[in-house]
Structure formats: structure tokens, C-alpha cells
């Protein structure tokens, strides 16, 4: 079962990252980008309530409504279908204290760092070396699963680098 939940989780971050780019990077308006955000939001909320590692996802959305990161109409409704997705399928019980220590680092990831430490802003290295602190206590599955998603977050980025790189060319 931790496979799927981690495939779900590479394709959420696909569809995240999709969802930025429509919103961000390219002029117009991009109505494929509710339905995607609404995709994704149902696949987030499924894990919250559902998967071994929920507590990260959780931690990881209450940390950027926290930033205020939760900043477009089309990410509110990816916020809000996985709202109702949890409501739906159910909330699952909470570890406080590792609730607490990834919702730190991800807040920390969300911080819009300047000067040398600027790097820091792109990389957002804090909520996965959370879990990978869990990871060699022997607790992957946190470690795992920020990977998956961030793989397809950046396969979507490299693939929308490469697209805007060719138009450029045939200019």
C-alpha cells in the first residue's frame, strides 16, 4: 500500500507544480487549472486522511496556509478540496510532536530567504531533512514520501524549463 500512497504523492506534486506554472509563469488565463487543483487537493486530502505519512502532509499544507502562501484562487481550491477530503474520508489521529517538527520545517521552507542564504528559498531543504532524520531512526516512509512529491514537482518544473527554452529558440 506505501507504494500507491507514494505514487499519489509524485502525482501531486506533478499537478501542484502544473498548477504554479499555469498561475505563474504563463500569461492568460489556463481554465485546466481548477480542475487540476481540484485533482490535487483530493489527492493531498486522500493521504492526510489515509496514508502512513499524513502527518507530513498535513504539517506541510497548515505551514503554507500559515505563510500565507495559499496565495492564488486556483491553489485556494486545491485547499479546499483537500479540506472536504478529509472531512470526507475522516481526520486521521495526530502525533503531536511530529506534527510539531514538521510543521517548523515546513514553515521554514517557506520563508522567502535573501542574500547568500537565497538558495535556501529554491531548495526548501528543511522539511526533507526532518524526514530524513526520521529515516535513520528507520522511519522511511516521511523520507519517502517528500521525495516522491518533490520528484514530480520537479520533473513538472524541468519539463515547463525545457518547453519555455525551446520557444525561446524559435524566436
Not at 33 to 52: F, Q, R, T, W
Request: net charge positive; charged share 20%.
Amino acid at each position: 500500500m506505501l507504494l500507491e500512497f507514494l505514487l499519489l504523492a509524485f502525482c501531486a506534486g506533478v499537478i501542484v507544480k502544473a498548477v504554479d506554472w499555469m498561475d505563474d509563469d504563463q500569461p492568460g488565463k489556463h481554465p485546466a487549472k481548477y480542475p487540476l487543483a481540484l485533482l490535487y487537493g483530493v489527492l493531498i486530502g486522500y493521504m492526510i486522511s489515509l496514508s502512513p505519512f499524513s502527518v507530513l502532509f498535513l504539517a506541510a499544507v497548515a505551514a503554507q496556509i500559515f505563510a500565507t502562501k495559499v496565495d492564488t484562487v486556483a491553489h485556494r481550491v486545491g485547499l479546499a478540496a483537500a479540506l472536504l477530503t478529509i472531512l470526507v474520508i475522516g481526520i486521521p489521529s495526530i502525533d503531536i510532536p511530529v506534527f510539531i517538527i514538521f510543521i517548523i520545517a515546513a514553515f521554514l521552507d517557506e520563508i522567502d530567504y535573501v542574500g547568500n542564504l537565497r538558495p535556501l528559498t529554491d531548495w526548501r531543504p528543511f522539511l526533507k531533512l526532518a524526514a530524513l532524520a526520521f529515516a535513520l531512526v528507520g522511519q522511511y516512509d516521511y523520507f519517502l514520501a517528500v521525495i516522491a512529491f518533490d520528484l514530480g514537482y520537479e520533473l513538472f518544473r524541468y519539463i515547463a524549463m525545457k518547453r519555455k527554452s525551446k520557444k525561446k529558440a524559435r524566436s
